[in-house]
């Protein structure tokens, strides 16, 4: 399996990714629980109401069981003659949690008991709130009934400072659960801070998803304000229950926090909602189609600022987990140089796992090499540019960035260009952000391209960073000759680029690899373009030159090159002389 690392970097990274997703254990109060009923309007036994609140409660329960919903339902049930028989209601899972289907049956149960014949109620959890009313309430921001609760126990310290701490993660928090993309499944923040060595704060709000960003923000400074200033003041913990909203801390961990901590705000920035998505990409229309990869699909999209973007719609198949899938995202998104395509972000939601990408111009590579109609529009100067720009990204990837990456899929479809014909190396660490989970189990998965894997990597699977340098070396033969190395005539496979350029070189005909439609004399930066080439894909992995040694080669005109051994024709399976 390729996608990954150099081999000495493998523990460590390792470590670190699995450093997230073990949990710190979560300390449990005393559950707590807080029910309204609502008073006054009430409504008659064995009335439609009670037929239609029964058929609410079922509709409730059986939806919270179902994971698909995300922590979250709301549905109406119409009287059909009577209108005032029409009850609405909802379930809400705390943020941090997607599956409170016990919470959720439990709190009816109550309700059922409580509540009796109540036209409207509510009930507040740890884990979930559940409300129904004769009124339609989906759409209104609501602080009544609330509900505060706060802890027995002073802050002793310094008051001053704990409050400015506070108060600056209930801003973290208002950001975090109010940017949450609005017609997502959930709007809600949580974030750790530190008081002092062995003391934190942990800190919760929630809206209710189907509320717009304003409403969400005034509800949040409502319950923190009353939160701070009445409810909780000078305590160590507490929280404000409102329909619409909630806001809690407590100085004990009461959500799953991965252990490496605040990785939160980075996470936000880089998180779209489905629905920008969906609209940016006219609902991943085909006509924005753009691409088709073995990792899915990629189309193009405009955001509403009229940024440009590259969506990739991952194929479903991922059992990857959320935060392994983000954590990945984020080390990737750290990548950042001109030759290289940029991450802009990612978009998780229901069953969607989306990657997105700055906008690259001017298609791929394979697009002006292979087409007959496109190859002249490609000069040499153009060309050599080009192959400049792949050196320079693939040796920042293995050894100028923090991951040291190997790409393992290197080809000319994997070179993007942009306005200026500058190469941007695309794919990059896609292996590790999609098939992380295939790692544990087989590592005899090999995602490389045919025709562009080195002999060790599809015949052994070993791959190390020399299995780029050999992809890169097929590319470069192929910019030069405007072939591919692998092509087929009518089923039959002609002599790869390979053995061709070899032959050529030892003949001493390379001048016959140049690409005709180019026009262009034979000259010295060829001819060391071509000898690059085959030193980069001999069979021997420890012969092909480092992407280091590569780069001096190309800044170095007066640097004598090796010279290359016969290159290993691994992919007929026969020895070519
Ligand atoms: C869960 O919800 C999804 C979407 O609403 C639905 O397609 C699926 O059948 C439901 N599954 C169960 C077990 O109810
Ligand atoms: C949930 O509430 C929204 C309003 O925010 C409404 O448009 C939608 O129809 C409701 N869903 C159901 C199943 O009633
Ligand atoms: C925001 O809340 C107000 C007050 O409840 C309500 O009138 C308005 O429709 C809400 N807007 C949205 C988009 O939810
Ligand atoms: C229930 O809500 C009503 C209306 O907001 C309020 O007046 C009453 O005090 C609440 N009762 C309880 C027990 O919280
Ligand atoms: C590359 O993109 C620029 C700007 O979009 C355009 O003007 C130019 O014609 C393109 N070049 C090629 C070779 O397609
Ligand atoms: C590992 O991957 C190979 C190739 O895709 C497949 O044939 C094999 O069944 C997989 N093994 C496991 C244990 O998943």
Redesign the pocket.
């Known amino acids: 399996m390729c996608s990954l690392i150099h081999s000495k970097f493998f523990s460590i990274l390792l470590f670190y990714t699995l450093g997230f997703l073990i949990f710190s254990p979560t300390q449990t109060a005393s559950t707590f629980t807080h029910f309204n009923c609502t008073s006054k309007p009430k409504f008659t036994p064995k009335s439609t109401y009670q037929t239609n609140l029964k058929k609410l409660f079922s509709t409730l329960s059986s939806k919270a069981s179902n994971n698909t919903n995300h922590g979250f339902?709301?549905?109406?049930v119409r009287g059909t003659t009577n209108t005032r028989a029409t009850v609405?209601g909802?379930f809400m899972c705390s943020g941090y949690i997607d599956n409170c289907a016990e919470c959720v049956r439990k709190s009816i149960r109550t309700l059922k008991t409580k509540c009796g014949f109540n036209k409207e109620a509510i009930i507040w959890s740890d884990e979930c709130m559940v409300r129904y009313s004769n009124r339609f309430f989906?759409?209104t921001m609501e602080e009544k009934p609330s509900w505060c609760m706060q802890s027995t126990e002073d802050y002793h310290g310094p008051l001053e400072s704990f409050n400015e701490i506070l108060r600056s993660l209930m801003e973290d928090l208002l950001t975090q659960a109010s940017e949450t993309d609005p017609l997502g499944y959930k709007k809600f923040g949580v974030k750790k801070v530190t008081i002092s060595e062995d003391k934190h704060l942990f800190g919760f709000a929630q809206c209710i998803p189907?509320m717009n960003k304003n409403n969400c923000t005034t509800c949040l400074r409502d319950a923190m304000t009353h939160l701070q200033t009445s409810c909780a003041r000078g305590k160590i913990g507490g929280r404000v229950l409102y329909p619409s909203c909630i806001v809690r801390y407590d100085p004990y961990q009461f959500f799953p926090l991965p252990r490496d901590g605040e990785i939160t705000t980075e996470m936000n920035s880089l998180q779209f909602g489905l629905s920008t998505i969906q609209e940016a990409t006219n609902k991943f229309s085909d006509d924005n189609k753009i691409g088709e990869g073995g990792f899915g699909t990629v189309y193009k999209g405009m955001l509403p600022n009229g940024h440009e973007i590259a969506v990739k719609r991952l194929k479903r198949n991922s059992r990857q987990g959320a935060i392994e899938f983000k954590n990945e995202v984020l080390l990737i998104a750290k990548l950042q140089h001109r030759n290289l395509v940029r991450l802009l972000g990612f978009c998780m939601e229901r069953t969607e796992k989306i990657l997105i990408y700055e906008f690259v111009h001017n298609k791929s590579l394979d697009y002006y090499l292979f087409n007959p109609k496109n190859q002249k529009k490609l000069t040499w100067a153009e060309r050599y540019k080009i192959i400049r720009g792949i050196v320079r990204g693939i040796l920042y990837l293995h050894e100028d960035s923090h991951l040291n990456l190997i790409h393992c899929d290197l080809k000319p479809s994997n070179i993007l260009l942009d306005s200026i014909m500058n190469a941007k190396i695309s794919d990059f660490g896609l292996a590790r952000i999609v098939a992380i989970d295939q790692m544990q189990g087989n590592t005899s998965i090999i995602s490389g391209t045919y025709g562009y894997m080195s002999p060790e990597y599809a015949m052994l699977g070993q791959f190390s960073v020399k299995t780029d340098v050999f992809s890169f070396g097929v590319i470069v033969l192929e910019i030069v000759s405007g072939k591919r190395n692998v092509d087929f005539h009518g089923g039959d496979l002609i002599d790869d680029l390979l053995s061709y350029a070899w032959k050529k070189w030892r003949d001493n005909k390379a001048f016959e690899l140049l690409d005709p439609s180019l026009k262009h004399s034979f000259s010295e930066e060829i001819r060391r373009c071509i000898q690059i080439g085959l030193l980069c894909v001999q069979g021997n992995p420890d012969q092909r030159p480092s992407m280091a040694t590569i780069a001096l080669y190309f800044n170095c005109d007066s640097l004598d090159l090796p010279s290359p051994q016969e290159p290993a024709f691994f992919m007929h399976g026969i020895k070519h002389g």
């Open positions: 339902y709301n549905t109406t609405s909802l989906f759409n189907n």
